[in-house]
């Protein structure tokens, strides 16, 4: 009887246990991508315009005093929009670079929906348009969600970059699913991997590898196994006592110089 009993209390558990993996298929862009949506007038101002233009929109440009000594492309984590990473356009213009807050396809001003494939895509759009408007050197840097979008977009257009900088990266997205809900199958369940160890599995570009040490999102060992798997060449920092989202106000324009300086060091 007790047996008999058991049996109903099981099969609720399973089917509650098969709506939440059922959920997670079918909703996981939602536990990916947070975009938020804003109007161009309200991201532009403070040295930012729209980029390339208004109608054209794919993020916001900063230009350094006297002359840009270089390019270089953010692509920011999965929530928000580019006008919240206007402290990357301040410090890098002081290093004499030109700055392009990438945006999203379905973040800020920008219709579409976010996804690995349309955002890859869109990125590797934005490094060609970039090469064409301002030639070499060009930098890409991504945070992390950016750096899954740098590494990919990168390695596929590898001749028009000098270099790197993957802050706060991981080896594979599904690997960071899997710390954060180990129970769940999410190897199988996933559309979207980010496999930045694939994708850079040939790059011959210099690569920056940033962990924050403290990072309880993207815990720094998933950006230090994406670094060992790096043919190189490569460099690895890890910001002492950072957590994920406040690694920025523990460096300072030397740390940013001395990064700048490793990314465009010759790759041959």
Same mark, same amino acid.
């Given at each position: 009887?007790?047996?008999?009993?058991?049996?109903?209390?099981?099969?609720?558990?399973?089917?509650?246990?098969?709506?939440?993996?059922?959920?997670?298929?079918?909703?996981?862009?939602?536990?990916?991508?947070?975009?938020?949506?804003?109007?161009?007038?309200?991201?532009?101002?403070?040295?930012? +315009?729209?980029?390339?233009?208004?109608?054209?929109?794919?993020?916001?440009?900063?230009?350094?005093?006297?002359? $840009?000594?270089?390019? $270089?492309?953010?692509?920011?984590? %999965?929530?928000?929009?580019?006008?919240? +990473?206007?402290?990357?356009?301040?410090?890098?213009?002081?290093?004499?670079?030109?700055?392009?807050?990438?945006?999203?396809?379905?973040?800020?001003?920008?219709?579409?929906?976010?996804?690995?494939?349309?955002?890859?895509?869109?990125?590797?759009?934005?490094?060609?348009?970039?090469?064409?408007?301002?030639?070499?050197?060009?930098?890409?840097?991504?945070?992390?969600?950016?750096?899954?979008?740098?590494?990919?977009?990168?390695?596929?257009? +590898?001749?028009?970059?000098?270099?790197? @900088?993957?802050?706060?990266?991981?080896?594979? @997205?599904?690997?960071?699913? $899997?710390?954060?809900?180990?129970?769940?199958?999410?190897?199988?369940?996933?559309?979207?991997?980010?496999?930045?160890?694939?994708?850079?599995?040939?790059?011959?570009?210099?690569?920056?590898?940033?962990? $924050?040490?403290?990072?309880?999102?993207?815990?720094?060992?998933?950006?230090?196994?994406?670094? %060992?798997?790096?043919?190189?060449?490569?460099?690895?920092?890890?910001?002492?006592?950072?957590?994920?989202?406040?690694?920025?106000?523990?460096?300072?324009?030397?740390?940013?110089?001395?990064?700048?300086?490793?990314?465009?060091?010759?790759?041959?």
């Amino acid at each position: 009887m007790k047996f008999t009993g058991l049996l109903p209390a099981l099969f609720t558990v399973c089917l509650i246990v098969m709506a939440v993996i059922a959920g997670f298929a079918i909703f996981q862009d939602r536990f990916i991508y947070f975009p938020e949506k804003a109007a161009i007038d309200s991201l532009t101002g403070g040295g930012l +315009r729209a980029w390339p233009t208004a109608e054209t929109f794919r993020g916001l440009v900063a230009e350094p005093a006297g002359g $840009a000594r270089g390019t $270089a492309i953010i692509f920011h984590g %999965n929530a928000g929009h580019a006008g919240h +990473r206007s402290p990357y356009a301040t410090v890098l213009t002081r290093l004499g670079l030109r700055v392009i807050l990438a945006e999203y396809p379905g973040y800020g001003p920008r219709d579409g929906a976010p996804g690995e494939e349309s955002l890859v895509t869109d990125a590797q759009q934005t490094i060609a348009l970039a090469h064409r408007l301002y030639g070499t050197p060009l930098l890409l840097i991504g945070e992390s969600l950016g750096a899954g979008v740098a590494a990919s977009a990168g390695s596929r257009e +590898r001749d028009k970059i000098a270099g790197l @900088l993957l802050i706060a990266p991981w080896d594979q @997205l599904d690997h960071v699913a $899997a710390y954060h809900y180990p129970w769940l199958p999410v190897k199988w369940l996933m559309r979207d991997r980010y496999d930045s160890i694939s994708h850079l599995a040939s790059i011959d570009r210099p690569v920056l590898v940033v962990v $924050a040490e403290r990072d309880s999102i993207v815990p720094a060992q998933f950006g230090k196994t994406l670094y %060992n798997a790096l043919p190189g060449p490569k460099q690895l920092m890890v910001v002492k006592a950072a957590e994920h989202n406040d690694w920025i106000s523990h460096v300072d324009d030397a740390w940013w110089q001395e990064a700048i300086e490793i990314l465009f060091a010759p790759s041959h």
